[in-house]
C-alpha cells in the first residue's frame, strides 16, 4: 500500500494496491486540494515529531530570492516561506563551493579544514572516483551485496548532528537518502540506521557494508532496478510549459545547453542512461517516496526522529543546462510540488514536523547567458559582468602531463585534476628540487594561458601560511559578511594530511572547472565568490521558528547545524537567538 495522494490520483483507483513507481510522475495534473492521504495515517499514540533536514543541490541564494516567491502559494517552498523564517543568504565560509565540503559544513556546523571533506572526486586513471569511495566496503542493492566498492564517511573527521543525536540517543532513527553517495553519508555520519543513494555504476540504489548488511525492505518497491526502469521509460515533459515561457527569460534551446548522453536540449528529454537519469526531476519525487516510505514503516513516538533528503537534480541540471533553462525553472516547480506532497503526507504521520532546508553551494548563469542585472559589486552576491569562462579538468589533466613531459622527459607525472587541486604523482612528489622547479614553471606556464584560471597556489604555501592565516580569520558571525579574503576561505578549505593535491587552481569570477557532465556546456560551481557562497536556509518549526520571517542579513552557514541540533533537541538555545547569534552585519 502507498500512501502518496498522487499515486491516488493519477495511477490507480484509491484503495487498489498502487504500482511500485506512479506511471507518471514528471506530468501530473495538480493535487486537488481535498485530496488527502490516501493511505492510512499513523495511528495518534505512534506518532511523535520528525525533524526533516533537506539539502537542494547547487541551489544559489540569487535563485531563491528571485523564484521562490513565484512558486504557486500551494507548493512546498510557499508553506515552508509562511509557517518559517526565510534566510535569504546563509554563507559558506570556504573556498571549495562543492557538493561533499557543503554537505559536510551544513550538517557538521564546520569548515572542510574541520570536517576533512576537502573535494568531491579524486583522480583515478583516466577518470575520476569519489572520495567516499571505500574499498574496504561493498555496495548492497536491493538484489543484495555486490562484488563493487561501496562508499563510507571514514574520511569526514567532525561528528554530524546524526551522529550526536545517535550518541545520545542510540535507539533514534535517522534515515538519510539522496542521488549521491555524497549527499547521503555526509548528512548522516557515521552511524545512521539507514543510508541509500543511487549508484550509476551500478544503476541501482544502493547502502554499504559500512553501515550495515541489508538494503531495507521497505526501500525494495521503489527503489530495485524494476523501479529504476519504470521511473526512466517516463519521458521529462515540463509540469507547465506556458509558466515556464511566462518566467524564464531564454527559450528552451539556448545557447550552452547540454545533451547529456541523449537526453537532448528541448522537451520532451527522454533518459537513455544512469547518468542522464540523474538529471531527471523524477528522481527528486524518488527520494521523497523513500524517505516517506522510510517513515511509514519505521518512525515510532517512543524514538527520536531524523529524516536527512538531498535532491541532486537541481545539480545536475543546472551542469548540463544552466540555471536559466526552462529545465531549471520546471526542475524547481516539479521540487517545489514534491515538498508540498511530502510535507502534507508527513503531517498524516507526525505529532509535530519540523523542516531545516539549504543548499550545499551556489552557482553562476552561463557564460552563454546575459550578465545579470544588477552585476558586479552592485549585485549582492557579486555575479560579474562580463562573461566567465570554462576549464576541463580531463583536459586540463591531460595538457599538464603533456607539459611535464616536455619540460622533463617521459614519465608519468601528472596524475590528473580533480577539481579544484591538481595531483602529482608519486615520482612528480620525489623529484629532487631542481627537477621539481621545472615541473612548477611547466604547471604555472600552462596554467597562464587559461582564461578561467586566477590563481595556482602550492599546497606547500597553504601548509606553511593557513594556521597563521586562521589565527587571525575572522569568525562567525563576521565571516559571514562580504569581503572574506581569499586565503582565509582557502585556508577553511584546505587541512594538512587530508590527502587533497599539489596546488589549489582557482578560477576568476564567472569563470568555473567544468562539471563536465557536457564538456564545453552548462554551468557550475566551486569558487569562493559569493554567488557559490551564499545559499537560502529555511526553517519551519511550529511555535518553535518565527513564521513569515525574511532576513536579508548574512548568517553564518553553521546556523543549519545549531538548528538541526536544536530541533533534535541537542541545542537548547531557542531558533531566533540562534539565528542572531550568528547573522553578520553587511
Ligand atoms: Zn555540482
Not at 506530468?27 to 506518532?47: I, Y
Not at 573556498?95 to 559544513?105: E, F, K, S
Not at 569519489?130 to 563493487?148: F, M, Q, V
Not at 537567538?577 to 553587511?586: D, G, M, P, Q, S
Amino acid at each position: 500500500m502507498r500512501f502518496w495522494p498522487w499515486v491516488c490520483a493519477v495511477a490507480v483507483a484509491c484503495g487498489e494496491p498502487a504500482p511500485a513507481i506512479s506511471p507518471k510522475p514528471t506530468n501530473l495534473a495538480p493535487v486537488p486540494a481535498e485530496m488527502k492521504d490516501s493511505g492510512v495515517p499513523t495511528q495518534p499514540e505512534k506518532r511523535g515529531p520528525i525533524v526533516v533536514a533537506i539539502v537542494v543541490d547547487q541551489l544559489s541564494a540569487w535563485v531563491a530570492a528571485s523564484r521562490w516567491p513565484q512558486m504557486p502559494t500551494e507548493g512546498g517552498f510557499a508553506r515552508l516561506m509562511r509557517e518559517g523564517t526565510w534566510v535569504k543568504n546563509l554563507r559558506h565560509a570556504h573556498a571549495v563551493t562543492d557538493t561533499g565540503p557543503g554537505h559536510a559544513a551544513l550538517h557538521t556546523g564546520k569548515t572542510p579544514h574541520e570536517h576533512g571533506i576537502y573535494a568531491n572526486e579524486l583522480p583515478a586513471g583516466d577518470h575520476r572516483v569519489s572520495i567516499l569511495r571505500d574499498e574496504s566496503t561493498r555496495a548492497i542493492a536491493a538484489d543484495g551485496t555486490k562484488d563493487a566498492p561501496g562508499s563510507s564517511a571514514s574520511l569526514l573527521r567532525a561528528e554530524t548532528v546524526a551522529d550526536r543525536l545517535r550518541a545520545a540517543h542510540p535507539e533514534a532513527l535517522v534515515v538519510s537518502i539522496s542521488l549521491k553517495d555524497r549527499g547521503a553519508i555526509l548528512p548522516a555520519g557515521k552511524h545512521p540506521t539507514w543510508a541509500l543513494w543511487y549508484d550509476s555504476g551500478l544503476d541501482q540504489w544502493v547502502t554499504s557494508t559500512a553501515f550495515g548488511n541489508a538494503f531495507p525492505s521497505w526501500a525494495q518497491p521503489i527503489a530495485d532496478k524494476h523501479a529504476i526502469e519504470i521511473a526512466r521509460s517516463v519521458a521529462w515533459q515540463p509540469l507547465d510549459a506556458p509558466w515556464l515561457a511566462a518566467h524564464s527569460a531564454t527559450k528552451d534551446d539556448a545557447p550552452g545547453e547540454g545533451d547529456l548522453e541523449g537526453l537532448g536540449i528541448t522537451f520532451p528529454h527522454v533518459a537513455k542512461t544512469p547518468n542522464a537519469f540523474r538529471s531527471l526531476p523524477a528522481t527528486d519525487r524518488i527520494i521523497a517516496e523513500l524517505g516517506h516510505a522510510a517513515i511509514a514503516a519505521e518512525h515510532d513516538a517512543s524514538k527520536p526522529t531524523l529524516l536527512l533528503l538531498s535532491f541532486s537534480a537541481c545539480d545536475v541540471v543546472g551542469h548540463v543546462f544552466g540555471p536559466d533553462s526552462w529545465e531549471a525553472w520546471d526542475q524547481l516547480r516539479k521540487l517545489d510540488r514534491v515538498l508540498g506532497d511530502l510535507l502534507k503526507a508527513l503531517d498524516q504521520r507526525a505529532s509535530k514536523v519540523s523542516v531545516v532546508l539549504a543548499a550545499d553551494h551556489g552557482n553562476i548563469s552561463m557564460p552563454e547567458a546575459p550578465p545579470p542585472k544588477p552585476c558586479g559589486a552592485d549585485d549582492p552576491w557579486e555575479r560579474p559582468c562580463v562573461p566567465g569562462y570554462r576549464i576541463g579538468p580531463k583536459a586540463a589533466g591531460d595538457a599538464l602531463q603533456a607539459a611535464a613531459v616536455k619540460a622533463l622527459g617521459p614519465g608519468a607525472w601528472v596524475a590528473g585534476v580533480a577539481d579544484p587541486y591538481v595531483h602529482l604523482t608519486p615520482a612528480a612528489r620525489a623529484l629532487p628540487a631542481g627537477k621539481r622547479a621545472t615541473l612548477d614553471k611547466a604547471i604555472r606556464g600552462w596554467f597562464a594561458t587559461q582564461k578561467a584560471v586566477d590563481e595556482v597556489i602550492d599546497t606547500k604555501v597553504l601548509a606553511e601560511k593557513c594556521p597563521k592565516v586562521l589565527e587571525s580569520a575572522r569568525t562567525a558571525p563576521e565571516r559571514a559578511a562580504k569581503g572574506e579574503p581569499l586565503m582565509s576561505l582557502l585556508c577553511r578549505a584546505w587541512g594538512p594530511g587530508t590527502g587533497a593535491g599539489d596546488y589549489y587552481v582557482t578560477v576568476k569570477p564567472g569563470s568555473f572547472w567544468d562539471g563536465e557532465l557536457v564538456v564545453g556546456k552548462g554551468t557550475s560551481h566551486g569558487s569562493p565568490y559569493l554567488y557559490d557562497r551564499t545559499v537560502p536556509l529555511l526553517v519551519r518549526a511550529p511555535g518553535d521558528a518565527e513564521a513569515g520571517i525574511v532576513i536579508e542579513d548574512p548568517v553564518d552557514f553553521s546556523a543549519y547545524a545549531a538548528i538541526e541540533a536544536h530541533l533534535v533537541g541537542l541545542d537548547q538555545r531557542p531558533i531566533p537567538e540562534i539565528l542572531r547569534a550568528l547573522t553578520a552585519h553587511r
